[in-house]
Every structure is written in C-alpha cells, then in structure tokens.
C-alpha cells in the first residue's frame, strides 16, 4: 500500500507554477493576477480566502481579497462583479461561497465572465469541460487528477466507481475520468443505488464524495484498488487537543491495507485544491 | 417484450404541444416561431430541415428556413447568428450541421444566444443541464427520456449501461439518468471499456449509443433489460428495393426475446428527435 501524499504533489506543483511565473516575469511580463471577493464575516471563508491569498504570493501571483460587509446586496455584488470583468488587469477572480442569504449564488456565478471564472463553476466552463473543451476545471476534481497523474496510476480500461453525485466533485469527476486520455469505466452511484456495496467493489479506482464520514468500509473495496477519499467531516474527539478531528468518507484503517493506493485525511486531496485555483489562475493569464 | 413505438410517442408530444400553441394563440399569443439556418445543398441536411419545417407547422409553430449558399463565409453566418439574436420574434433557431469545410463550427455554436438554443448544443446549456438547472436538452438525449417516462419505466435505483461517450448522446444522457428524479445508477463505457460484454450484462436499462451495427448480441443483455437502441447505420441489402437498409447498434431479433421492453430501429429513438426540438422550442417562447 502507498499512501498519496497530497502536500507532497501540491507542493512540486506550487514549484512548477512559480518557476513559470518566474519565466514570464523575466521576460518582461505582468504576473498573473487572482482576485478574491469576500462578502461578510464567515470564519470558514476567511481562512480559505487567507490560504489563497498566501499561496498567491507564494508562486509570485499579484493578488487581492476585497472584502464587503455582510450587508452587501446583490446589485452592488453584481456591480462589484461587472467591475472585476472589465478591469485588464484582473486575469481571474472568485466569489468566496457561502454568501448571505439575501443574494443569490446561482445568479452571481452566472454573472462572472466565464473566461475569469478559475472557480469553473460558471454553467458555460462545466459545459467545456463535459465536451472536452478547454475550459477551467473546478478545483477538487482537478486535484484528483493531478494526484492520478502524480503517481502515473493506470486509468485506461480501468473501472473506476464515483460515490457521490454533487456538481461539485462527483458529477464532474465521473465525466473527466471517462474521457479520452483518462479512459476509465466509470460508474456513478449515490444514496439511491441498489446493492451499492457490490458496486464498489467493483472499482479499481473507488471516488468516495458523499460526505458520510466512514462511510467506505473493507468490504466495499476489491484487494488492490486506488481509493481517493473527497469526504471531510469534522467529529468531536476526547483523544485530541482541539476536541474535534477530521475523519474522511473512507474507514482508513481497514481499507488501507486492501489498496494499491491510497489518499489520507486530511493530507490527501486538501491540499490540492488551492494549487488548483493557481493552476486556472496561470491558464487565464495565457488565456485559456 | 413490449416494444417501444417511438412513432406512437412523438405523436402523442405533437398532439400536446399543438394544444398548448392552441391555448397561447386563443389567449391572443404570438405562437413559438423557429428558425433553421441551412447552408449548401447537403441532401441529408435538406430532408431533416425538410422535416422540421413540416413539424413546426403541424403543432401551430411559425418557422422559416433560411437558406445560404456553400460560399458562405464565416462573417457572414456570424452576422446572420448575431441578427438572429436580436430578432425578438424568433423565439428559437438552429443552424443545421454539418457546416461546410471553412467555417469553424463550434464557432458558429458558441455564438448562439443560450437563450435561443434550442438545439442545446451550447456549452452554457450542456452545463446548466449537467447541473441540473433549467436547461434546452439535446433531441436525442431528450427524446430518450420521453420514451421511458411515456411507458413508465422504473429507473430509480436502477443499474443504467450507456455504451458509448458521445457529447451528443452518450454523456448527456448519463449524466441525466443519475439526476434526482431519475435515479438510476449509471455506467458509462466505449472502446477503451476492459470486458464490456459483462459490463453490459448488469444493466437494468441498456443504452446502445456507439455507432457500430448490431454489436449489442443476446450475451451482452441481461434477462428483463430496458433496450434503448440509439444506432443508425446505413447497410447495402438486397432484400429490399432501395439497396439498403436501417440497422441499429442491437442485434434485434436476438436481443428482443430478452428483453422487458425494447426499441426497434427505425421507428424507435429517430421519430422522438424532432419532437424534442419542438418541446425545446414552445420552452424558449415561454422563457427557461
């Protein structure tokens, strides 16, 4: 069994994206610049903006974090957002999520220009990427992607199974992975499916992304599998100081044994995902 | 085995889409108006033009085709698109493919209003439909959920085998039958697919959408499966007048006895694609 290891891959990508920066700098070129739009107070959302932000810098991004008031409405969002379109010098920029109550998600996604959206959630990007189009693909399923190819896991003619259906990993996962290039079999499957532990253990590649912590136990994984576990879930703990811990969708300790492969929580796909929005950040500086 | 009359099903839509124009045109309504462009003289694009055309009128649409020559240059439809576009009487349109040789088609593609997208080949409508928003979903893909809700037929739960990875059949479709609603655990597969025929096997409802005859034999197909043939391949005959005949990616006649409910080819899947351009476009007159 060989454990993924996430900061590892992110850390040799991070390199990879500096030094080109580095390359475009030398030669006279502005360095990609992300913006990060904050609305409100969320803590959660501070700590995910304050990484971007760090991370930026470090791969000699120029970067930004506006941030608005909570009370913030969607017509100066949409205004703010109008703004971050037009502005040059802007290459791509994200609206940090959750937002208040009060504005609506869908309608601000829709508003980002598609080819500044290095979130890729804009429904335009999620079409490019299911035709194999070039397009920004969102951050968790890119990661997973660069964990595969990372350690040149074999994907052609492999089964690959995705637990989970959201639009957000699950959904978008299933479609890359059966592209041409990737070649997996792929089956998805959900809280509706029959029989779902004989499903799973068909995989040679197992995607757990339901969001059910332990989910995945021994007996649903086949001797030899990949397992690449999305799921973090957040569970009091007595054995720890900050009296909670992370526990992945995966029983790590029992199917670890059974697997070629495997991705620890956290360490696994965590840290792919910031690298990721560098990753689109670099592409919408060259244009996509 | 019941066998899935595609010409039974699209005609029942027609009668109903032809009773709501009915409804909208006595409440003093402009009825749905939509457009075909055709460019050059291609046969196969003429008789399906032709047959658009004759459908619209049918269910009370207004339509028009507008004819270019096969010297058209790429500006040229541009321009024509972009009028189309502004053109608040025309609720609907469709540029017919394929295009000739110099003119760029996902080009032509991406500057049709999503709006006005009735064909939903937009990558901004494949996305909002892989989302799950309110979206134009492509004939074919939409026409094969027509049939399987006509008969009623159980896919909750289901294990659903699309074979092939088309963006016009194969992926859309997967990605719509394991949408809440639908429910079916879904399995996509094609060439690269290792051991396919037992692949096949495990499927409740079997979608044969690759392109090769008869390829899907009576081994491949689970007792009591759904067979939905989506393949139209033109083969010499001498057995009938014309030279040719139709032939489907099933073996039928040894796959029928099998099944629960299956299509045949001709008279299956083709008859519903019209109709779901329809559907698409009494939508666009009342706005996604």
Request: aromatic share 4%.
């Amino acid at each position: 069994m060989k454990l993924i290891d996430g900061k590892e891959v992110a850390a040799a990508l991070r390199k990879g994206i500096a030094a080109e920066v580095g390359t475009m700098v030398a030669a006279g070129g502005r360095p990609p610049c992300l913006v990060a739009v904050l609305v409100g107070d969320d803590g959660a959302s501070q700590t995910y903006v304050g990484n971007k932000e760090k991370m930026s810098a470090e791969v000699g991004f120029r970067s930004q974090v506006l941030r608005l008031p909570d009370s913030t409405t969607q017509e100066e969002l949409l205004a703010e957002v109008a703004r971050l379109n037009a502005d040059t010098e802007v290459d791509g920029y994200i609206v940090q999520m959750p937002l208040p109550r009060h504005i609506d998600e869908q309608r601000i996604i829709e508003a980002i220009d598609p080819r500044k959206d290095v979130d890729g959630f804009h429904p335009e990007n999620v079409g490019r990427m299911a035709m194999g189009l070039p397009a920004f693909v969102s951050a968790t399923p890119d990661g997973i992607l660069s964990l595969l190819r990372y350690y040149n896991i074999p994907t052609a003619g492999k089964h690959c199974v995705v637990i989970g259906r959201s639009n957000t990993v699950g959904r978008p996962i299933a479609n890359l992975l059966s592209q041409k290039g990737w070649d997996c079999t792929v089956t998805i499957c959900h809280s509706r499916t029959a029989n779902l532990p004989q499903v799973v253990a068909q995989g040679d590649i197992v995607i757990a992304a339901l969001g059910r912590a332990e989910f995945v136990t021994a007996d649903m994984v086949k001797e030899g599998a990949v397992v690449i576990d999305v799921g973090i879930t957040r569970v009091a703990s007595e054995t720890t100081k900050s009296g909670w811990r992370l526990l992945g969708d995966v029983k790590f300790d029992e199917v670890a044994p059974r697997c070629s492969y495997i991705t620890p929580v956290p360490g696994g796909v965590g840290p792919m995902t910031v690298v990721s929005l560098m990753k689109n950040t670099l592409k919408a500086r060259r244009g996509l």
